[in-house]
């Protein structure tokens, strides 16, 4: 297999490892952003609780592979990333930190206050990681302040404030909508009573929400100017971000698009998927099927257009991470591939056989029967 297959082969993987993040920890992190909407009492924010308690963890193994295959292979990606968005990346794992402590601390005390305070721990831990995501997204298309010295060395002036611009508070708000949408169309499919009302209530205003950013972001990001190659190393050769030349300007980021027309069905895609959920929320299995298909086609567009760009810089074009110059050797591609042709079928295989024992919708009846040891 050829260099530069392999790497095409990890931008995908790459792509796939974040989708899965989005849609298995996107659902449970909106319930617990819907925490203080969809239960207005302590069993129904039990219920809430409780028909995340089970997976929650599980579903968090797809962001430990997404930093991990970032981390190996593309390591230039992940040292400049991470530390560029340094403090943004604090944010995100104080906000994922505070989540499994407010699940485990929330029911050691029977006090209304004391469990109130943790469910706005939660409602926080919800809200902040897929705000923070949305915004480091919208810094791609803008390009961030970093580079390198002929030795390769990085220099960064990327700030946490920098990062909170115009636009990429925007991205955060479609991110936020997206998984708000999604935990919404959890709650209507995991629950009953009062709390699927309400989140079966939530679910078309928080697609409609979602499909008004996505289209705003999307003409901003027609606006933008783009990054594009006046030359290039050879995509199969060694990895050497400094061995090109980028041009920063027309044709904008949508030159992916013109180029191959049959990419506009990716935005499409989201923005039907989104709305289709919405419109099937009196069907909760089909709406959370839809609503689950989002987060997929919304990184994929990303994706798409950004290609082949992973960290576009603003200061200086010529260093901007790539597909072909920010990837591990290909001999590491190729272990590591093999890696996850092994054991990415078990963690599906494991994860569905999860989600088969514990299906079924949490009651009323089920907390108050189990009141001493559900969440």
């Not at 990890?10 to 899965?20: A, K, M, Q, R, T």
């Not at 074009?317 to 042709?341: F, Y």
Request: glycine fraction near 10%; include cysteine; aromatic fraction near 14%.
């Amino acid at each position: 297999m050829s260099y530069e297959l392999l790497r095409i082969i990890w931008w995908l993987l790459l792509g796939v490892l974040l989708g899965g993040f989005a849609i298995m920890d996107g659902f449970d992190l909106g319930s617990a952003a819907l925490l203080t909407f969809a239960g207005r009492n302590d069993v129904e924010r039990r219920i809430v609780i409780n028909s995340v308690g089970p997976v929650w963890e599980g579903n968090q193994v797809w962001f430990i592979l997404g930093g991990g295959a970032i981390f190996a292979a593309w390591p230039a990606l992940y040292a400049a990333s991470f530390s560029g968005f340094y403090l943004a990346m604090f944010l995100v794992l104080a906000a994922l930190i505070l989540r499994p402590v407010g699940f485990k601390f929330r029911s050691k005390l029977a006090d209304p206050r004391w469990r109130g305070w943790w469910d706005w721990v939660l409602c926080v831990g919800g809200i902040v990681p897929p705000l923070v995501f949305g915004v480091a997204f919208g810094n791609l298309f803008q390009g961030v302040n970093f580079g390198f010295d002929a030795d390769l060395r990085m220099h960064s002036d990327i700030t946490l404030w920098s990062l909170l611009n115009p636009f990429a508070l925007l991205c955060g708000l479609v991110s936020l909508a997206m998984i708000l949408m999604h935990g919404a169309a959890w709650l209507n499919f995991k629950t009953r009573g009062a709390v699927q009302e309400r989140a079966r209530f939530l679910l078309p205003f928080a697609a409609q929400a979602y499909a008004v950013l996505f289209v705003l972001a999307g003409l901003w990001v027609g606006r933008l100017d783009g990054y594009s190659f006046s030359s290039v190393a050879a995509p199969d050769g060694p990895s050497n971000p400094l061995g090109k030349t980028v041009l920063h300007g027309a044709p904008g980021w949508l030159g992916n698009f013109e180029v191959q027309p049959l990419l506009w069905l990716l935005p499409v895609a989201a923005l039907f998927m989104a709305l289709t959920a919405g419109l099937l929320r009196k069907r909760p299995l089909a709406s959370f099927l839809f609503s689950a298909s989002v987060p997929a086609f919304t990184i994929a567009t990303a994706g798409a257009a950004l290609f082949p760009f992973l960290l576009p810089s603003s200061s200086q074009p010529n260093a901007s991470l790539t597909v072909w110059d920010a990837s591990s050797s290909k001999l590491t591609l190729e272990i590591m591939l093999g890696a996850v042709v092994l054991f990415l079928p078990i963690i599906l295989a494991y994860t569905a056989w999860v989600y088969r024992v514990m299906r079924g919708p949490v009651t009323r009846e089920q907390i108050e029967a189990d009141s001493k040891t559900a969440y």
